[in-house]
């Protein structure tokens, strides 16, 4: 019997037989065989086992190999060049958890390509040239292939609604039954574990954001309060509104209320964000009144070697979520080599409390494992604004630095 003999796009795919849209789960998105093949294997198998497994390393390196050895040739849905190998998924659903199976790799074009994921297509504003492909190849007219189409996207949101996943990768053809039950195991532990391939990252998202949200704007709303004597129902939006003087009396505040615990504020970064987000408030083109959100949002920083790497990020977000303090944690995960960094993020750079808290679980893990690194603490305006390390002249990327030294841990 069929692993997933229910698929859930059987309806659409009956329509659209020639070139058929399964759109990609929402719990499921980045989670591929091409994605994990150009993931540094000493960082995802550090996550998922907890130290570096040789058999892990080995299956990924030759998942790697693997795939960038497939052919390319031509496109089996409209027989022009091929230039992309697309994994063939069926979804469907178990009791209360989703089923992906694995069911085959197909050989496309960009314009195939880009007409099967109509998801992607319609993020990037090329929904249109992509619904114009699904038409002329699977030769249905406009209202028919309309109708479907809608209802792959019905489709698509119900099953972005089931949150526990299983993957099921089956016998991919040319890779041996060793790596494919490693590669399945791995596929399955990110899934389940809340982990997420997106872009050259490896994205940590945790269950209780929202309460972690609150927490910290709470926080900063008391902060500022005790440190200005203001009120307001949002952080933001009391900075957005302060002058010059108290902006400068904030700071100091700041300041003091840090060094209390071995966090050092550089005063004129921590100045020059709180400027920007201020003026986070500006009227567009257009007249109407445009705001930046997520101004306030930071996130602490540790540069890590990769054999380190992935072990530090699992065991940060084990020791956070101890502290109920799980929110966004990533790493660069692609096949880069030497230091990069280990990013958590905090979601207001004024809850003083939980910056503290948050420094301390990662210096705990760093002292654990004998890493003597500074923490560094980047705002996301920053970001916002382009201010990397090198690129705003003498001005420090971060407002905030910390270290086991200055922590007292050594």
């Given at each position: 019997m069929?692993?997933?003999?229910a698929?859930?796009?059987?309806?659409?795919?009956?329509?659209?037989?020639?070139?058929?849209?399964?759109?990609?789960?929402?719990?499921?998105?980045?989670f591929?065989?091409?994605?994990?093949?150009?993931?540094?294997?000493?960082?995802i198998?550090?996550?998922?086992?907890?130290?570096?497994?040789?058999?892990?390393?080995s299956?990924?390196n030759?998942?790697?190999?693997?795939?960038?050895?497939?052919?390319?040739?031509?496109?089996?849905?409209?027989?022009?060049r091929?230039?992309?190998?697309?994994?063939?998924w069926?979804?469907?659903?178990?009791?209360?958890?989703?089923?992906?199976?694995?069911?085959?790799?197909v050989?496309?074009?960009?314009?195939?390509h880009?007409?099967k994921?109509?998801?992607?297509?319609?993020?990037?504003?090329?929904?249109?040239?992509?619904?114009?492909?699904?038409?002329?190849?699977?030769?249905?007219?406009e209202?028919?292939?309309?109708?479907?189409?809608?209802?792959a996207?019905?489709?698509?949101?119900?099953?972005?609604?089931?949150k526990?996943?299983?993957?099921?990768?089956g016998?991919?053809?040319?890779?041996?039954?060793?790596?494919?039950?490693?590669?399945?195991?791995?596929?399955?532990?990110?899934?389940?574990?809340?982990?997420?391939?997106?872009g050259?990252?490896?994205?940590?998202?945790?269950?209780?954001?929202?309460a972690?949200?609150?927490?910290?704007?709470?926080?900063?709303?008391?902060?500022?309060?005790?440190?200005?004597?203001v009120?307001?129902?949002?952080?933001?939006?009391?900075?957005?509104?302060l002058?010059?003087?108290d902006?400068?009396?904030?700071?100091?505040?700041?300041?003091?209320?840090?060094?209390?615990?071995g966090?050092?504020?550089?005063?004129?970064?921590?100045?020059?964000?709180?400027?920007?987000?201020?003026s986070a408030?500006?009227?567009?083109?257009?007249?109407?009144?445009?705001?930046r959100f997520?101004?306030?949002?930071g996130?602490?920083?540790?540069?890590?070697?990769?054999r380190?790497?992935?072990?530090?990020?699992?065991?940060?977000?084990n020791?956070?979520?101890e502290?109920?303090?799980?929110?966004?944690?990533?790493t660069?995960?692609?096949?880069?080599?030497?230091?990069?960094?280990?990013?958590?993020?905090?979601?207001?750079?004024?809850?003083v409390?939980?910056?503290?808290?948050?420094?301390?679980?990662?210096?705990?893990v760093?002292?654990?494992?004998?890493?003597?690194?500074?923490?560094?603490?980047?705002p996301?305006?920053?970001?916002?604004?382009?201010?990397?390390?090198g690129?705003?002249?003498?001005?420090?990327?971060?407002?905030?630095?910390?270290?086991?030294?200055?922590?007292?841990?050594?």
């Open positions: 069929s692993v997933c003999s698929d859930a796009y059987s309806g659409v795919c009956s329509v659209l037989t020639r070139l058929c849209p399964r759109l990609v789960p929402g719990p499921l998105f980045g591929s065989l091409a994605n994990l093949a150009r993931t540094d294997p000493e960082v198998c550090d996550v998922v086992y907890g130290d570096v497994s040789e058999d892990c390393v299956a990924i030759s998942l790697y190999r693997w795939w960038f050895s497939l052919p390319r040739d031509r496109c089996k849905v409209c027989g022009s091929a230039n992309q190998i697309d994994e063939d069926r979804y469907c659903i178990k009791g209360d958890a989703g089923v992906a199976v694995l069911d085959g790799l050989q496309l074009c960009d314009r195939c880009l007409a994921h109509l998801g992607y297509a319609s993020t990037h504003d090329k929904f249109d040239e992509a619904f114009r492909h699904i038409v002329e190849v699977n030769g249905v007219s209202e028919t292939a309309r109708r479907v189409v809608d209802e996207f019905r489709v698509h949101r119900s099953l972005s609604e089931v526990r996943w299983r993957v099921v990768l016998e991919p053809p040319g890779l041996g039954k060793d790596v494919v039950r490693v590669v399945e195991y791995v596929l399955n532990f990110i899934v389940s574990n809340n982990y997420e391939p997106s050259h990252w490896l994205w940590h998202r945790g269950q209780n954001r929202l972690i949200e609150e927490r910290a704007e709470n926080e900063a709303l008391e902060f500022l309060r005790n440190s200005l004597g009120e307001g129902r949002d952080p933001m939006g009391i900075v957005m509104r002058g010059d003087r902006l400068g009396k904030l700071v100091d505040k700041l300041t003091n209320a840090l060094n209390n615990y966090i050092k504020v550089l005063r004129r970064e921590t100045e020059m964000a709180l400027r920007l987000v201020r408030k500006h009227v567009g083109n257009n007249g109407w009144i445009e705001i997520n101004s306030m949002v996130k602490w920083m540790v540069f890590a070697p990769n380190r790497r992935g072990f530090l990020l699992r065991n940060i977000i020791g956070l979520g502290k109920g303090l799980d929110y966004i944690t990533k660069v995960s692609m096949r880069e080599g030497g230091e990069r960094p280990v990013v958590v993020y905090v979601p207001n750079f004024l809850a409390n939980m910056i503290n808290d948050v420094a301390e679980v990662i210096l705990d760093l002292n654990r494992l004998g890493i003597d690194k500074p923490l560094l603490f980047k996301d305006v920053f970001t916002q604004e382009d201010i990397y390390s690129s705003a002249g003498v001005m420090k990327p971060y407002i905030y630095m910390t270290s086991l030294g200055l922590k007292g841990f050594r």
